[in-house]
């Protein structure tokens, strides 16, 4: 008997993404989520919390190489990291391409997350135990709350503004994130997709233009995501993410897979009907 499994995320029942699976690696819950971890034919591993998918081995580089590397080339120098979520380590190990970068804080809510990913994800993983990497299993709500003007770059590596990560969508987490920042200290968060959330994705903008003073939504496809179009957005006080240090980002893309000199200056494009998302959700009342 040949069997016929498939795995589907469903975004709002009206559309959805399916995967071929030919295994369960793991499946358990922890206190704040359900973890699994399947085998598909199209993406290899694939992590789910609360069965929506997080990341895959096959196109997980489209995700981290842009929270990574957009924000972090901005800065002049980056020494002090903070990554927000992020417990599969994909991020972490993105911006440890960074030679200016001498410590990298991990505040993940789930120690769960992390040993999965460790055991079942060693190619995105495989970074987590650098020495320049600490990590703290704490609520991000709650650890910058007293981190004032002290990180170079802050990269939100959340999931979805679901369960857990709820707290990490409000004004007052992003006021908190800009206060930790230094003065020429870069934010990015991810910031769901224009097509497939598009309440989320006008929400988070509005909420983050009220903060910041630079405010910026890139986009680049991850294909496994709702819409396969997805969105994270550069915040700053003063940095703007356009210029880029030239020496740094070519020695970055001589390892990336999507990452490079000319996605940087094409990513702030915005296509219209996401300016008029835009537009409208920063005059909404
Ligand atoms: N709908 C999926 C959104 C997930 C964003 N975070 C992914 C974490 C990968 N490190």
Redesign the pocket.
């Known amino acids: 008997m040949v069997l016929d499994v498939w795995f589907t995320?469903k975004h709002e029942d009206k559309q959805g993404i399916s995967l071929k699976v030919s295994g369960i690696l793991y499946s358990g819950q922890s206190k704040f989520q359900k973890i699994d971890v399947i085998e598909t034919e199209a993406y290899g591993r694939v992590?789910l919390?609360d069965g929506?998918?997080?990341?895959t081995e096959k196109d997980?580089f489209f995700?981290?190489e842009m929270?990574s590397h957009i924000p972090l080339l901005a800065h002049p120098n980056p020494e002090r990291v903070l990554i927000i979520?992020?417990?599969?380590?994909?991020?972490i190990r993105e911006t440890l391409k960074h030679p200016s970068v001498k410590k990298i804080e991990l505040c993940e809510i789930d120690g769960d997350v992390i040993d999965v990913s460790k055991q079942y994800l060693p190619s995105?993983a495989c970074k987590m135990d650098d020495p320049k990497v600490e990590t703290h299993i704490k609520d991000a709500v709650e650890y910058i709350k007293d981190k004032k003007n002290c990180f170079d770059a802050v990269l939100i590596?959340?999931?979805?503004p679901l369960g857990p990560g709820v707290g990490l969508f409000t004004e007052e987490f992003y006021t908190n994130v800009q206060d930790s920042l230094r003065e020429n200290g870069v934010m990015a968060a991810?910031t769901?997709?224009p097509i497939a959330?598009r309440k989320e994705f006008k929400l988070i903008n509005k909420l983050l233009n009220g903060v910041f003073s630079v405010v910026k939504p890139y986009f680049a496809p991850?294909p496994t995501?709702?819409g396969s179009y997805?969105s994270w957005t550069f915040c700053s006080k003063v940095t703007q993410p356009e210029i880029y240090d030239e020496n740094t980002a070519i020695e970055v893309e001589k390892s990336t897979k999507y990452y490079n000199r000319e996605i940087h200056r094409a990513v702030f494009a915005v296509p219209n009907y996401v300016k008029n998302l835009i537009t409208r959700s920063q005059t909404a009342k």
Request: proline letters at 3%.
């Open positions: 995320e992590l919390l929506l998918v997080m990341t997980e995700y981290h929270i979520g992020g417990g599969d380590g994909g991020t995105i590596d959340s999931t979805d991810q769901e997709s959330c991850v995501y709702p997805w």
